[in-house]
């Protein structure tokens, strides 16, 4: 199969966890219109392992991985074509650096809500979930991931080292499927990614673990275009001696509901 390309989906995460500036100057990468004309957008996603084998940074990186938000960095045209230009300098790690660093800027940009700036909010038109939904197939939790933007996720702590590999596995993959989930199309490989997913949680299940998760349905806001939906996947794998199973309200569920009453968490 050819290489998929950046979906439009991973260019609105990129984006997003940029705020909308460069990650090196940190610049906003728009200008506004004018009375006659759109705005003028000078941002580019850049690869920081290249995508081609003869370009800048090239290492050996699936076809996946290397399109995923993961691997691109928001740059304004100037440094896009300067890290290019100068990759014994911008090499992979110190890319991935700066997109960490300017990640983390804008993080603390959106936590000061006195800043008017990129800002994630509670979608009024949908109720916050009152439970994690409790995942037992592939099913449920890959419509989940093809309904979402973004993803967060929450373990245990102080996990032996073999629970816990098979914990960040599954949840690396669950990103990875949320990259890729738009490029899929047909019924065999949606299913085989069911599959897959209920592999996982049959298998954490087995080591005495439980999955939970809900969408979190958000609005991105950049104080200049019309707010945009950004579902939020959220992904919880708990001690089953620690979980506690309750109906669609959240009341803790019991036995006298009958087995066929919703649980969650």
């Not at 989940?144 to 816990?164: G, Q, T």
Request: proline content about 7%; some cysteine; overall charge negative.
């Amino acid at each position: 199969m050819p290489p998929m390309g950046v979906s439009e989906k991973t260019r609105k995460i990129v984006w997003a966890e940029a705020g909308g500036r460069c990650a090196i100057c940190r610049g906003e990468v728009i200008t506004p219109g004018t009375d006659c004309d759109d705005p003028s957008v000078f941002g580019e996603e850049a690869h920081i392992v290249a995508r081609s084998k003869g370009g800048p940074r090239a290492e050996d990186l699936g076809d996946a991985s290397r399109d995923s938000h993961t691997n691109l960095l928001l740059l304004c045209s100037r440094h896009h074509k300067q890290i290019d230009d100068q990759p014994t300098h911008f090499t992979v790690e110190r890319l991935q650096e700066i997109k960490e660093r300017h990640a983390a800027w804008v993080r603390r940009s959106l936590d000061d809500n006195t800043s008017g700036g990129v800002r994630l909010v509670p979608d009024p038109a949908f109720p916050q979930p009152r439970a994690l939904a409790l995942i037992t197939r592939g099913n449920p939790l890959w419509n989940m991931i093809k309904a979402s933007l973004a993803f967060e996720y929450a373990l245990p702590d102080d996990l032996p080292d073999d629970e816990e590999s098979l914990i960040v596995e599954f949840l690396d993959l669950l990103r990875d499927y949320l990259d890729i989930a738009p490029e899929l199309h047909s019924v065999r490989d949606n299913r085989d990614a069911e599959k897959t997913l209920e592999g996982y949680v049959r298998e954490l299940a087995e080591q005495d673990f439980l999955v939970g998760a809900y969408v979190r349905h958000l609005i991105y806001v950049d104080g200049r275009g019309d707010p945009l939906a950004w579902p939020m996947l959220r992904v919880e794998v708990l001690p089953t001696s620690v979980a506690v199973v309750t109906d669609q309200a959240g009341r803790p569920y019991t036995t006298e509901q009958g087995e066929d009453q919703p649980a969650e968490r």
